[in-house]
């Protein structure tokens, strides 16, 4: 239901379902939040990578269990599925999405939730869940601050599929891949670029970006001073001076 790779720093989390599309019940998105907190706190991981199994990312929520799902607590699915953004947001981890196929309904949110993306340019995006009057809930504050009003909102409201090529126009995939062969070579280097980087130094980057969004600039600018202060008075910036072969000072 959900694979786990450890390799080189890189943690490939597989939304294992593909006769049901990828989508998730109960079971599976609260794996996958459990997972997700899990390796966060695992110091060897260095990167949190999803995908879904076969040629599809995930469809959403499996409306063929819904019944059952809520039959036993109304809920425990909302309650599972927002862990699972809380803890992709709270993480000193980055998160990439590798997207084939369609990413719709709770599958565009959870792609939109990773720090980063990595598509085929054949992946088809979309709030499909408006398609049935119900509103993309978790998704739509998630765009809200990563793409214009405009655009965030017709993305949420529509219900139509996005092709990739358009999100990536808009910013909100970081690369396109004309095939699988391509998506793999491509989420390697990414992966492997992220996973070689001090991890200290990711998550402070990490930290100081998803603080700043919020913040005037003025603000954002001063915190970005206290932290070089703080680093420099700790050693940090000769420390990576002596690692990269540069002079100190």
């Known amino acids: ?3 786990i790779d450890r390799r080189d720093g890189a943690v490939t ?3 294992n379902r593909p006769e049901r599309k990828n989508a998730f019940d ?3 998105t609260r794996r996958l939040a459990d997972t997700l907190e899990q390796e966060s706190r695992d110091p060897a991981c260095r990167v949190l990578v999803i995908k879904g199994a076969g040629d599809i990312f995930s469809a959403g929520r499996d409306l063929r269990s819904a019944g059952d799902d809520l039959k036993d607590d109304a809920f425990a699915v909302d309650d599972a599925w927002v862990r699972v953004f809380h803890a992709l947001h709270r993480s000193s981890v980055p998160s990439v999405a590798v997207v084939r196929g369609w990413a719709v309904a709770g599958g565009f949110t959870l792609a939109m939730g990773c720090d980063f993306v990595l598509a085929e340019r054949s992946a088809q995006f979309g709030a499909f869940e408006m398609r049935h009057g119900f509103p993309a809930s978790v998704c739509t504050p998630i765009l809200s601050r990563l793409v214009g009003p405009r655009l965030g909102l017709e993305f949420a409201m529509f219900g139509e599929a996005i092709p990739a090529e358009r999100l990536f126009a808009a910013g909100l995939i970081n690369r396109l891949a004309e095939d699988a ?3 793999a070579a491509i989420e390697a280097d990414f992966v492997g670029k992220l996973a070689a980087l001090d991890p200290r130094a990711v998550k402070l980057t990490r930290d100081t970006f998803r ?3 919020t913040m005037p600039l003025d603000n954002a600018l001063d915190m970005g001073r206290q932290l070089n202060q703080m680093l420099a008075a700790l050693g940090r910036f000769q420390a990576a001076g002596a690692k990269s072969g540069k002079p100190k000072g």
């Open 1 to 3: 239901m959900l694979d």
């Open 13 to 15: 989390l597989l939304l």
């Open 26 to 28: 109960l079971a599976l």
């Open 181 to 183: 062969a391509a998506l």
């Open 211 to 213: 603080a700043a969004e």
